[in-house]
């Protein structure tokens, strides 16, 4: 059975790559979950803001401008509050391509283009494989029109694939008009992968403070249904990776991102639920699935399922939409 997959022309050894998460801060746990079954390691993000703000602290002047820029207010972390600063950040990629022998992705996320892009190069430097480009823009501002915000999108990715060798995936967000033409517009900016979707942590209101609180939710299996339909739109498309990330929590949620399109497949949720031994459990289950189905390669089944080779390819478009709605009885 043969359970091998190229991402990002890394070759890996199954679909299974641990998603952006705490796990990659400590070498211990990363190499559970390597001898578990993982084929990658994507570390957790180095924001755009705590580059920002390990420059301010350079010029001696971080309290004082965290206060007084209008896009550092107090609802984002204090310099110290971030688990690791841009330099620990370097070098915990260090130690981990020291005791890993999987690819280490590391992941940088920001909005605009702007300086934090050039840690890309940091990034190679210190060792990582590859990187995973995490676009996280949620525009507020009705002045600001879609063509804006992706030209800005677009910038920053060519930023970023020209300063470096290595592979670059970018992980987008689902609230674009016609997410199939911004991808292939990725693709042309430098690109090697696309990473279906973003999930935005949405906040809470507190009602005795009347605040605004940040909440964290762990994904389910229903998150994947939307990742799924845009994974199979997009598979005829694309020359690079797939990455599916989001709602992925069985054997049987893998091979339906896999019959989507997907080339990788990440994990987190289901990982801080179960622990590492799940990944085990994930193969086993994945492995099953293709001796009843008669696939000896996961390349076989790669795709079967997308807009261009499904049977009915109006099940990723508006049909379904209608035939949906005209089921329900009362």
């Not at 309290?63 to 915990?92: G, I, K, V, W």
């Not at 300063?163 to 517009?185: C, D, E, M, R, W």
């Not at 054997?251 to 080339?263: M, N, P, Q, R």
Request: aromatic share 8%; net charge negative.
């Amino acid at each position: 059975m043969k359970l091998a997959t190229a991402y990002l022309g890394l070759q890996l050894r199954n679909p299974l790559i641990v998603g952006a998460s705490p796990f990659s801060d400590s070498v211990h746990a990363a190499c559970q979950l390597q001898d578990a079954g993982a084929a990658a390691l994507v570390m957790r993000s180095l924001f755009e803001e705590q580059i920002d703000a390990e420059q301010r602290a350079l010029m001696h002047h971080v309290e004082t401008a965290a206060e007084s820029n209008a896009e550092a207010t107090s609802y984002f972390p204090s310099f110290a509050e971030y688990q690791l600063t841009p330099d620990l950040y370097l070098r915990q990629i260090e130690h981990l391509k020291n005791s890993l022998t999987i690819p280490v992705i590391a992941s940088l996320n920001g909005s605009r283009p702007g300086g934090w892009t050039g840690y890309a190069q940091k990034f190679a430097a210190a060792g990582a494989d590859a990187i995973e480009l995490n676009l996280y823009q949620l525009v507020t501002d009705p002045e600001l029109s879609a063509d804006e915000v992706e030209a800005d999108m677009l910038e920053t990715v060519k930023s970023v694939t020209s300063s470096v060798k290595i592979p670059v995936a970018v992980k987008i967000s689902s609230f674009h008009t016609s997410p199939a033409q911004f991808v292939l517009a990725l693709e042309h900016a430098g690109a090697a992968g696309v990473v279906i979707f973003n999930r935005f942590y949405q906040p809470d209101f507190n009602l005795e403070d009347l605040e605004v609180q940040a909440q964290l939710k762990l994904s389910d299996p229903s998150e994947l249904l939307m990742r799924l339909r845009w994974l199979a739109i997009l598979s005829p498309h694309v020359r690079g990776s797939l990455g599916a990330t989001g709602g992925v929590h069985s054997s049987d949620d893998v091979a339906k991102a896999i019959l989507a399109g997907a080339h990788g497949v990440q994990l987190v949720s289901v990982l801080l639920k179960h622990g590492p031994r799940v990944l085990s459990t994930l193969l086993d289950g994945l492995q099953h699935w293709m001796r009843e189905h008669d696939y000896t390669d996961v390349n076989e089944f790669r795709g079967a399922l997308n807009l261009k080779r499904c049977p009915d390819p109006a099940g990723f478009e508006r049909a379904n939409y209608v035939r949906i709605l005209q089921s329900w009885r009362v």
